[in-house]
Protein backbone atom coordinates (compact mmCIF):
# COMPACT_ATOMS: atom_id res chain seq x y z
CA UNK A 1 0.00 0.00 0.00
CA UNK A 2 1.04 3.57 -0.57
CA UNK A 3 1.85 5.45 2.40
CA UNK A 4 1.93 8.88 1.06
CA UNK A 5 0.21 9.55 -2.75
CA UNK A 6 0.22 12.49 -4.84
CA UNK A 7 -2.31 13.46 -7.80
CA UNK A 8 -1.31 14.29 -10.46
CA UNK A 9 1.86 12.74 -10.85
CA UNK A 10 2.61 15.45 -13.73
CA UNK A 11 1.00 18.87 -14.41
CA UNK A 12 1.47 20.73 -17.57
CA UNK A 13 -0.10 24.24 -17.84
CA UNK A 14 -0.07 27.59 -19.07
CA UNK A 15 0.88 30.68 -17.33
CA UNK A 16 -1.75 32.42 -15.65
CA UNK A 17 -3.90 29.03 -14.94
CA UNK A 18 -5.13 27.75 -11.24
CA UNK A 19 -4.30 24.17 -10.38
CA UNK A 20 -4.32 21.88 -7.35
CA UNK A 21 -2.48 18.91 -6.02
CA UNK A 22 -3.82 16.45 -3.76
CA UNK A 23 -2.09 14.26 -1.39
CA UNK A 24 -3.04 11.69 0.92
CA UNK A 25 -0.98 9.56 3.71
CA UNK A 26 -2.47 6.45 5.16
CA UNK A 27 0.19 6.15 8.03
CA UNK A 28 -1.94 8.00 10.68
CA UNK A 29 0.54 10.65 10.59
CA UNK A 30 -0.20 14.01 12.50
CA UNK A 31 2.19 16.52 10.78
CA UNK A 32 2.08 17.15 6.86
CA UNK A 33 4.22 19.02 4.62
CA UNK A 34 4.64 20.45 1.22
CA UNK A 35 8.18 20.62 -0.39
CA UNK A 36 9.17 22.52 -3.48
CA UNK A 37 12.71 21.26 -5.41
CA UNK A 38 14.02 23.22 -8.24
CA UNK A 39 15.66 22.21 -11.08
CA UNK A 40 19.02 22.66 -8.83
CA UNK A 41 17.26 20.08 -6.88
CA UNK A 42 16.92 22.42 -3.92
CA UNK A 43 14.56 21.28 -1.17
CA UNK A 44 12.45 24.11 0.29
CA UNK A 45 9.78 23.68 2.87
CA UNK A 46 6.38 25.31 2.00
CA UNK A 47 4.03 24.38 4.64
CA UNK A 48 3.11 22.13 7.60
CA UNK A 49 0.16 21.50 9.08
CA UNK A 50 -0.20 19.65 12.10
CA UNK A 51 -3.87 17.79 12.82
CA UNK A 52 -5.21 20.24 10.46
CA UNK A 53 -3.64 23.24 11.58
CA UNK A 54 -1.25 25.40 10.07
CA UNK A 55 1.95 25.81 11.85
CA UNK A 56 4.57 26.94 9.10
CA UNK A 57 4.23 28.91 6.20
CA UNK A 58 7.01 30.21 4.70
CA UNK A 59 7.77 33.13 2.54
CA UNK A 60 5.64 31.51 -0.29
CA UNK A 61 3.55 33.50 -2.34
CA UNK A 62 -0.38 34.31 -1.67
CA UNK A 63 -1.00 32.64 -4.93
CA UNK A 64 -0.24 29.37 -3.15
CA UNK A 65 -2.72 28.02 -0.91
CA UNK A 66 -2.39 24.94 1.56
CA UNK A 67 -5.94 22.58 2.65
CA UNK A 68 -6.18 19.87 5.52
CA UNK A 69 -9.68 18.89 5.03
CA UNK A 70 -8.17 16.31 7.47
CA UNK A 71 -5.04 14.60 9.21
CA UNK A 72 -4.59 12.26 6.46
CA UNK A 73 -4.74 14.69 3.56
CA UNK A 74 -2.79 18.10 2.24
CA UNK A 75 -3.81 19.56 -0.73
CA UNK A 76 -2.28 23.07 -2.78
CA UNK A 77 -4.14 25.24 -4.78
CA UNK A 78 -2.24 27.34 -7.18
CA UNK A 79 -3.91 30.60 -8.71
CA UNK A 80 -2.27 32.61 -11.79
CA UNK A 81 0.26 29.82 -12.23
CA UNK A 82 3.88 31.44 -13.33
CA UNK A 83 7.02 30.16 -14.80
CA UNK A 84 8.93 30.34 -12.08
CA UNK A 85 6.42 27.99 -10.80
CA UNK A 86 7.70 24.87 -12.40
CA UNK A 87 8.77 22.63 -10.05
CA UNK A 88 8.71 19.34 -8.72
CA UNK A 89 6.30 19.63 -5.40
CA UNK A 90 6.54 16.77 -2.91
CA UNK A 91 4.30 16.03 0.02
CA UNK A 92 5.74 14.26 2.87
CA UNK A 93 4.39 13.56 6.58
CA UNK A 94 5.90 12.75 9.99
CA UNK A 95 4.66 10.99 12.97
CA UNK A 96 4.19 14.24 14.52
CA UNK A 97 5.88 17.75 14.93
CA UNK A 98 8.76 16.25 16.65
CA UNK A 99 9.69 13.73 14.52
CA UNK A 100 9.69 15.76 12.06
CA UNK A 101 13.72 14.50 11.44
CA UNK A 102 12.19 11.44 9.70
CA UNK A 103 9.73 12.41 7.18
CA UNK A 104 7.98 10.20 4.61
CA UNK A 105 7.72 11.85 1.04
CA UNK A 106 5.30 11.21 -1.76
CA UNK A 107 6.28 10.27 -4.91
CA UNK A 108 5.90 14.37 -6.60
CA UNK A 109 4.42 16.25 -8.57
CA UNK A 110 6.21 17.68 -11.58
CA UNK A 111 4.54 20.79 -12.68
CA UNK A 112 5.57 22.35 -15.74
CA UNK A 113 4.49 26.09 -16.30
CA UNK A 114 4.43 27.64 -20.10
CA UNK B 1 19.07 31.38 10.98
CA UNK B 2 19.68 27.77 9.45
CA UNK B 3 22.58 27.12 6.57
CA UNK B 4 24.06 23.45 5.81
CA UNK B 5 27.26 22.79 3.43
CA UNK B 6 27.64 19.63 1.64
CA UNK B 7 29.96 18.88 -1.48
CA UNK B 8 27.99 19.29 -4.64
CA UNK B 9 29.39 15.79 -6.15
CA UNK B 10 31.28 13.02 -5.27
CA UNK B 11 32.34 9.97 -7.30
CA UNK B 12 33.46 6.75 -5.74
CA UNK B 13 34.59 2.78 -7.64
CA UNK B 14 31.77 0.62 -7.05
CA UNK B 15 32.80 -1.75 -3.74
CA UNK B 16 34.67 1.04 -2.33
CA UNK B 17 33.72 3.85 0.54
CA UNK B 18 32.75 6.75 0.25
CA UNK B 19 31.79 9.46 3.03
CA UNK B 20 29.52 12.50 2.50
CA UNK B 21 30.02 15.59 4.89
CA UNK B 22 27.87 18.11 6.06
CA UNK B 23 28.38 21.21 8.06
CA UNK B 24 25.92 23.08 9.61
CA UNK B 25 25.10 26.51 11.41
CA UNK B 26 21.56 26.51 13.25
CA UNK B 27 20.10 28.29 16.18
CA UNK B 28 18.33 25.45 17.76
CA UNK B 29 19.72 22.14 16.88
CA UNK B 30 18.18 18.79 17.79
CA UNK B 31 19.73 16.20 15.31
CA UNK B 32 21.35 15.74 11.74
CA UNK B 33 18.82 13.34 9.20
CA UNK B 34 20.03 11.73 5.82
CA UNK B 35 17.84 11.05 2.72
CA UNK B 36 18.48 9.00 0.04
CA UNK B 37 17.15 10.69 -3.88
CA UNK B 38 17.43 8.60 -6.63
CA UNK B 39 16.98 11.19 -10.02
CA UNK B 40 13.12 11.08 -10.41
CA UNK B 41 12.41 9.73 -7.24
CA UNK B 42 11.21 11.03 -3.68
CA UNK B 43 13.83 11.36 -0.60
CA UNK B 44 14.04 8.32 0.83
CA UNK B 45 14.72 8.50 4.70
CA UNK B 46 18.17 7.05 5.32
CA UNK B 47 19.20 7.90 9.52
CA UNK B 48 19.24 10.24 11.95
CA UNK B 49 21.79 11.31 14.01
CA UNK B 50 20.75 13.35 17.64
CA UNK B 51 23.48 12.60 20.03
CA UNK B 52 27.15 12.51 19.14
CA UNK B 53 29.10 9.23 17.61
CA UNK B 54 28.67 6.39 14.84
CA UNK B 55 24.33 4.88 14.08
CA UNK B 56 25.28 1.87 11.65
CA UNK B 57 22.66 0.66 9.54
CA UNK B 58 23.50 -2.02 7.32
CA UNK B 59 26.33 -0.99 4.64
CA UNK B 60 25.40 2.89 5.86
CA UNK B 61 26.41 4.58 8.97
CA UNK B 62 25.86 8.36 9.89
CA UNK B 63 28.46 10.25 12.58
CA UNK B 64 26.93 13.29 14.23
CA UNK B 65 30.09 15.51 16.05
CA UNK B 66 27.61 18.70 17.74
CA UNK B 67 31.23 20.35 19.46
CA UNK B 68 32.42 21.03 15.96
CA UNK B 69 28.89 21.10 13.70
CA UNK B 70 29.57 18.53 11.71
CA UNK B 71 28.40 14.78 10.45
CA UNK B 72 28.83 12.53 7.90
CA UNK B 73 27.19 9.64 5.97
CA UNK B 74 29.74 6.73 5.43
CA UNK B 75 28.71 4.24 2.48
CA UNK B 76 30.51 0.58 2.30
CA UNK B 77 30.38 -1.45 -0.24
CA UNK B 78 29.25 0.73 -2.99
CA UNK B 79 26.60 -0.97 -5.53
CA UNK B 80 25.84 1.37 -8.06
CA UNK B 81 22.32 1.64 -6.99
CA UNK B 82 23.64 3.73 -4.46
CA UNK B 83 24.49 6.44 -7.74
CA UNK B 84 21.52 9.50 -5.95
CA UNK B 85 21.90 12.43 -4.08
CA UNK B 86 21.97 12.76 -0.57
CA UNK B 87 20.65 15.44 1.78
CA UNK B 88 21.22 16.22 5.07
CA UNK B 89 18.82 17.99 7.12
CA UNK B 90 18.30 19.62 10.44
CA UNK B 91 14.82 19.96 12.64
CA UNK B 92 14.94 24.21 13.86
CA UNK B 93 13.60 23.71 17.05
CA UNK B 94 13.01 27.57 17.25
CA UNK B 95 10.68 27.86 14.37
CA UNK B 96 8.26 25.01 14.96
CA UNK B 97 10.77 22.17 14.30
CA UNK B 98 10.85 22.76 10.37
CA UNK B 99 13.39 20.98 9.05
CA UNK B 100 15.84 22.46 6.59
CA UNK B 101 17.25 20.73 3.83
CA UNK B 102 21.30 20.94 2.95
CA UNK B 103 21.90 21.28 -1.31
CA UNK B 104 22.48 17.95 -2.12
CA UNK B 105 25.33 15.60 -2.44
CA UNK B 106 25.36 14.29 -6.01
CA UNK B 107 27.11 10.60 -5.29
CA UNK B 108 28.30 8.23 -8.63
CA UNK B 109 29.42 5.04 -8.52
CA UNK B 110 31.32 3.99 -11.35
CA UNK B 111 32.49 0.31 -12.08
Known amino acids: DTAVSQTPKYLVTQMGNDKSIKCEQNLGHDTMYWYKQDSKKFLKIMFSYNNKELIINETVPNRFSPKSPDKAHLNLHINSLELGDSAVYFC?????????????FGPGTRLTVT | GQSLEQPSEVTAVEGAIVQINCTYQ??????LSWYQQHDGGAPTFLSYNALDGLEETGRFSSFLSRSDSYGYLLLQELQMKDSASYFCAVRDRTSYDKVIFGPGTSLSVIP
Open chain 2, 26 to 31: TSGFYG
Open chain 1, 92 to 104: ASSQDRLAAYEQY
